[in-house]
């Protein structure tokens, strides 16, 4: 495993400065915009910044999710591809990679992250039982309850309160599991659900000895934890700076103990592992691998490429290396901070402690004006665009979507506008434009009127659903 990489080169001196541990090789042109052209895309795109064209953004921070930029290494990879229906070489170098890094013996790869967690929601959950996380991530949701399984959020309370400041705010409250298994009898439990860094709760990391303590539980009811590992690494770092014994450790080792106390992982390779397609599926128990391998046949493609192109696999087993590197996480997630302190000087609200992946804008403090109905961080997120092309998302009520039972909105606590970082793509300048554009839409607070809902489809409705300024 990696040594760990403790200090830049000015920080070695004691200074203040750092910077990214790579330079640029090749350039991509972007486009500006002027206000009347972006007035027009979002009418066009209604007001919903999944339907814009890319060429119609300027700084795109819309995810952080296969937008990364491959590294000369990766991209000599994707020239190795073994575009083999079976056997694929590239495969056995993934396998060997996840085998690696995250420790679990049997691995299925996917052509992205909710191809993993369809086939692990069809294996692991019967109609009818609880599924436990900290917290939901859409697709993840959706999977469960299609597969019949009934979603509870067991994250702790912190995480639903954007000024908390505790550093684990990814936690499991585990007096809040052990009352549902007790209530429901651990039969009734298809397996817990866990997620590390929590997106929608803004990033926010888990502790080990969270999920030491979920394992001894789980172990005790012979209960299931599965971990979704999409930004692991970026959890490994927090563990590092945060939790007492890790300073010392390498995040590679850290997010190797990490899944020693799980039965499994499925990732979207997208996030973490510095691609921009692909997944996996990796679990400990041999009868359980069966099963899944012979799904992914099914749904994604044969079991040595589920969905992807050898050289995609191949980009992937390198990328999960350069993931752990140390001195990438640092400045990976130095970037976020970066931006959040140039924001926090004009007292911008955000979720605090700032997360791995994003800066999570805090729409109810911008427009207390509104309520949740009236869509406040979509707002926000349409503003951000007319204001100077930057892209960002929804993650409040549009994103929660409605309760199956009752057809309702689900109404989360936190209503937020993302600003996710790609890995490697944009400049500190550019993260000094998106500040100072943030900034002018924060200072025109008052006079925002909100959206409302003009077309709504079945599934994950974030992405396709159609708005309309109030007036
Ligand atoms: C935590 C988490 N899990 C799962 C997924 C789904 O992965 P994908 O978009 O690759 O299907 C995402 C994607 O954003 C995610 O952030």
């Not at 999944?50 to 119609?56: I, K, P, T, V, Y």
């Not at 953004?57 to 952080?64: K, S, W």
């Not at 997620?195 to 999920?211: D, I």
């Not at 990796?282 to 192109?309: K, W």
Request: contains cysteine.
């Amino acid at each position: 495993m990696s040594e760990i990489v403790h200090r830049t080169m000015g920080q070695q001196s004691g200074r203040r400065s750092w910077a990214e541990p790579w330079k640029i090789k090749m350039v991509e042109p972007l486009r500006m915009t002027r206000r009347e052209d972006r007035v027009k895309a979002l009418a066009d795109a209604g007001c919903n910044t999944f339907l814009l064209r890319s060429d119609d953004v300027y700084i795109d921070l819309l995810t952080d999710s296969g937008t990364n930029a491959m590294s000369d290494r990766q991209w000599a990879g994707m020239m190795l591809g073994d575009e083999a229906y079976a056997g694929s070489r590239n495969f056995y170098h993934l396998e060997e990679a996840i085998q690696t890094w995250y420790g679990y013996p049997y691995v299925v790869p996917t052509h992205q992250g909710r191809g993993a967690e369809h086939l692990i929601s069809r294996a692991a959950i019967r109609k009818g039982q609880y599924v436990p996380g900290n917290m939901y991530f859409t697709t993840t949701r959706l999977h469960q309850e299609l597969a019949g399984g009934i979603f509870v959020d067991v994250i702790v309370d912190a995480a639903h309160d954007p000024t908390d400041l505790s550093p684990f705010k990814g936690d499991v409250d585990v007096g809040k599991l052990e009352r549902l298994i007790a209530e429901r009898g651990a039969d009734n439990i298809a397996y817990v659900s866990l997620a590390a860094t929590v997106n929608m709760a803004g990033g926010q990391p888990v502790s080990m000895a969270n999920v030491k303590t979920l394992h001894a539980l789980c172990q005790r009811h012979g209960i299931r934890l599965f971990l979704d590992a999409t930004r692991l690494m970026e959890n490994a770092f927090f563990i590092q700076e945060r939790e007492g014994g890790y300073a010392d450790q390498p995040i590679a080792a850290i997010a190797h103990e990490f899944c020693s106390h799980t039965d499994g992982a499925w990732m979207s390779a997208k996030k973490d592992a510095l691609v921009n397609i692909g997944g996996w599926l990796a679990v400990r128990d041999q009868s359980l691998f069966e099963e899944l391998r012979n799904l992914v046949v099914v749904y994604e493609g044969l079991h040595t490429y589920g969905g992807l192109a050898g050289r995609d696999m191949e980009a992937m087993a390198i990328g999960i290396a350069e993931s752990t590197q140390d001195d990438h996480m640092r400045a990976r997630i130095g970037q976020v901070r970066y931006l959040a302190e140039l924001l926090q000087d004009w007292a911008v609200p955000m979720v605090q402690p700032v997360g791995g992946h994003a800066i999570f804008l805090d729409a109810r403090g911008f427009y207390p004006q509104l309520a949740q109905s009236e869509f406040p961080a979509q707002t926000l997120a349409a503003e951000l665009y007319l204001d100077s092309g930057i892209r960002s998302m929804e993650r409040g009520v549009v994103s929660a979507g409605r309760d199956v039972e009752t057809g309702d909105h689900h109404y989360p606590k936190l209503e937020l506008t993302r600003l996710t970082i790609p890995r490697r793509v944009y400049t500190q300048a550019h993260m000094d434009v998106v500040a100072e554009s943030v900034k002018a839409v924060y200072d025109a607070r008052a006079e925002a009127r909100g959206l409302r809902m003009v077309y709504e489809p079945k599934y994950l409705r974030f992405f396709q659903a159609r708005f309309e300024p109030l007036s």
